[in-house]
Each structure stands twice: as structure tokens, then as C-alpha cells.
């Protein structure tokens, strides 16, 4: 069940984790070279009522070396990058803080802004942050953010990191079919979707809309046409869903059922959809010609920068497919793991960085349309590690 999954990992960075790393090697031939990412993982020590965050630098191969001074003190849990400031959500009160990242890739704390104090009452906990395609601002999923709610908060990023807020939208009621998720970008970066499951009884696909000024607002989908399902089912149920960043598809995983609850063995499966000039979605994939994933359930989905390779990560592992715009995906992997993978961003140098909060593992790949394999040094062991964002270079 999605939603009560991403709740246990939303609920699980308040637990507590320490951090032991394996030997971080450094590719010998590129130990000189710029790195083509910066890394970050956050931790919260046990024991111990600060955060850290781990960060790393990635050589054109792929091999992680940490950043000096790493791990940093940051009392945040899930993180997001703008450009060269990494936000957090602070697991010690309603408040986004926000961190400079050096060339090398040090953490320098900025500043912090209240998000509740913007809410009706200061209600709300933030689950979620994430950029625009171009950092100009940054969002907020609130759980009850008008206390009854799910929110959006929207804001503008300064330069000197400060954030200036916009407003909320609501994303429907509490845990039931309201927004849960960070919200993905289309190419154009005016429409974000997003597609939640609470069990097969409450499902649905939200898009939002930014305006001019950066501020979200509901682009009124909140249902998606999805294709006929296999005899002897009802309906298809989303279950996740990637947005292209190089175009106006939408990848969504599905699940055929007969409804209430899910149908427990059928494979998901996964699909294209288009979006139009005003974000509505539609599709041509029928049950025939989309693929079947390895999964029981869905974890994380990520197109990649150039728009060709969908990456779906759940509990049995990892896997790609060939991402053929409004064309069904095309299968292509197997499963690079079989870690449970919770969450995983693309650098746009063909690397994939994915954590396992269950296997306690960092796993990096150089995937491309015609290979696929494990980088140099990889997986990296780190206990309990939380929440991953990338910084391209």
C-alpha cells in the first residue's frame, strides 16, 4: 500500500540512525579530475540529537570519494538542491534550512525559514521538498498544512538562499486521497503530476500548475484516463509516477484490479502518458504492449535527464526500461539489485544514485540506452541512510 509505505519512511527519520561507512576508495585516474556531481545523504547519529549530512563527490566513473569535512552537522532529514543551496526539512522543528554548497562540495549553513508560520494556526508538517527544473523555487508538501489538508507551499529562492513564500494550494483531505508525494516536472516545467495509491481504495493522479511567478495551483486533473485493463479486471489503479524532463510524458506504474483493494500477484506494469498544452494526460498504451516490472511495489520512479531510460525502484530491487516518449516503455534490465531501493536521482552523466534504507546500502550506476552495470566501488555501506539528493557539476 503506497501511502502507508511512504508514511512508515516519512515516519522513520524521527527513529534515529547512526553511520559507519565502508572504505571510500578514489579512482586513481580521475582522483584530479572535477567531479560531475556532488552526493548527499542524510543521517541522524545515534544517540545523538543533531543530523549529519554525508557528502561525496563523483568521478566521471562513477566512484564516490568523500567531500573534506564531511559528514556535516545539519539537523535535517529529507533534502533537496537548488542550483548551490541544499534545503532540508529539520527534524527539530517547522523549519526549512538551507546550506551553501562550495565548489568542493562543503555544506555552509545559510539560513532557516518557519514553513508552518505561514499556514493557517502553524499546522502542518512538511514530508517533502523539491525544486523546479531551473531551482528558481522551491515546494512543500505539508501533511494537514491548513489543518485539515494536504498542502503545496510554494517559494522563491534568493540568492543568497533565503526563501520568500508564495502561497499554498490544497491537495486534498489528510491521508486519504490528498497529494503525499514530491510533485515531478514535465520539460516545459509549467505542469507537475503526481500519482498516489492508499491501498487501491483511494487513488488518483494530481497535476499542478506553476504560474508565472513560480506559485502552484491545481490544474484540476484529478483523474486520469487509463487504458482498458486485462480481462478479468475492472480498472487499472495508479501507483507511481515519473514526469520527463526532456519532453511532456508521464511515466505512471499500474496495477490491474477489481476493486476495493488491490489484486495481490498481478504484476504492475508501466506506461506512457501525454500531456497537453493545458495538462491534461492521455495514452495509447493498452495492457498488450506495456511491460511488467519485477515489483510488488513501487518505491521511486526517475526518467532520466535526456528522456530515453525510466528507472523503477521498489522492494524486490531496481530496474530499467527504455522510455520510448508517448511509445509503451520497453523492457531492458533485470534487476541491477535486489536491495529494496527507496529512493535514486539521475546526474546528467549517465550515473544513477540509489539508497537502501533496509540493506543500509548506496548503490551507484552508469546506465546508458546500450549498457548497464554497478560503478567502480559500488554499493557503499551506510548505516541507516535517510533521504539522497545530487547536485550536477
Known amino acids: 500500500m503506497l501511502i502507508q509505505r511512504s508514511s512508515r519512511l516519512f515516519l522513520s527519520i524521527y527513529l534515529g540512525a547512526g553511520i559507519s561507512m565502508a572504505s571510500w576508495g578514489q579512482d586513481a585516474s580521475t582522483a584530479s579530475a572535477a567531479p560531475v556531481a556532488h552526493v548527499y545523504v542524510s543521517s541522524l547519529p545515534a544517540n545523538s540529537n543533531t543530523g549529519v549530512v554525508n557528502a561525496y563527490a563523483a568521478s566521471t566513473t562513477g566512484r564516490l570519494t568523500r567531500v573534506t569535512g564531511s559528514p556535516f552537522k545539519a539537523n535535517d532529514n529529507v533534502l533537496s538542491i537548488n542550483g548551490n543551496t541544499l534545503y532540508g526539512i529539520s527534524n527539530s522543528g517547522t523549519y526549512l ?11 555552509t549553513y545559510l539560513t532557516s525559514t518557519d514553513y508552518a508560520a505561514y499556514n493557517p494556526s502553524n499546522c502542518g508538517a512538511a514530508g517533502w521538498i523539491f525544486p523546479d527544473r531551473t531551482g528558481a523555487d522551491l515546494y512543500a508538501m505539508n501533511f494537514d498544512g491548513d489543518c485539515s ?3 503545496f507551499q510554494s517559494f522563491a529562492v534568493k540568492a543568497n538562499g533565503e526563501l520568500t513564500f508564495l502561497g499554498y494550494v490544497e491537495g486534498g483531505a489528510g491521508s486519504f486521497s490528498g497529494v ?31 504560474g508565472n511567478t513560480g ?16 480481462p478479468g479486471y475492472n480498472i487499472y489503479i495508479p501507483m507511481f509516477s515519473a514526469a520527463d524532463p526532456a519532453g511532456s510524458r508521464v511515466a505512471v506504474s499500474m496495477e490491474a484490479a477489481v476493486p476495493p483493494g488491490c489484486s495481490s500477484g498481478v504484476p504492475i506494469q508501466v506506461g506512457s502518458f501525454s500531456a497537453n498544452s493545458k495538462g491534461n494526460l492521455s495514452t495509447s498504451n493498452t495492457y498488450e504492449n506495456m511491460p511488467n516490472t519485477a515489483f510488488s511495489a513501487v518505491n521511486d520512479m526517475k526518467i532520466s535527464p535526456a528522456g530515453t531510460l525510466l528507472a523503477v525502484a521498489g522492494t524486490e530491487g531496481l530496474q530499467i526500461f527504455h522510455f520510448n516518449g508517448a511509445n ?8 541491477l539489485t535486489t ?48 533521504y539522497i539528493a545530487v547536485q550536477d557539476k
Open 97 to 107: 534550512d538551507g546550506y551553501s554548497i562550495a565548489a568542493n562540495g562543503a555544506l
Open 328 to 335: 509503451p516503455p520497453t523492457s531492458y534490465t533485470g534487476l
Open 339 to 386: 536491495d529494496s531501493i527507496s529512493q535514486m536521482f539521475w546526474d546528467d552523466s549517465t550515473h544513477l544514485y540509489a539508497i537502501s534504507q533496509s540493506a543500509e546500502m548506496l548503490h551507484v550506476f552508469t546506465i546508458t540506452p546500450t549498457a548497464a552495470r554497478e560503478a567502480p566501488g559500488s554499493p557503499y555501506t551506510i548505516n541507516q541512510p535517510l
Open 149 to 151: 489538508n494536504n498542502t
Open 180 to 210: 503525499y508525494l514530491p510533485l515531478t516536472f514535465i520539460g516545459d516545467n509549467k505542469f507537475g503530476f503526481e500519482a498516489v495509491n492508499n491501498g487501491c481504495f483511494y487513488y488518483q493522479v494530481w497535476g499542478f500548475q506553476r
Open 215 to 230: 506559485d502552484l495551483s491545481d490544474a484540476g486533473i484529478t483523474s486520469l484516463p487509463m487504458p482498458p485493463p486485462p
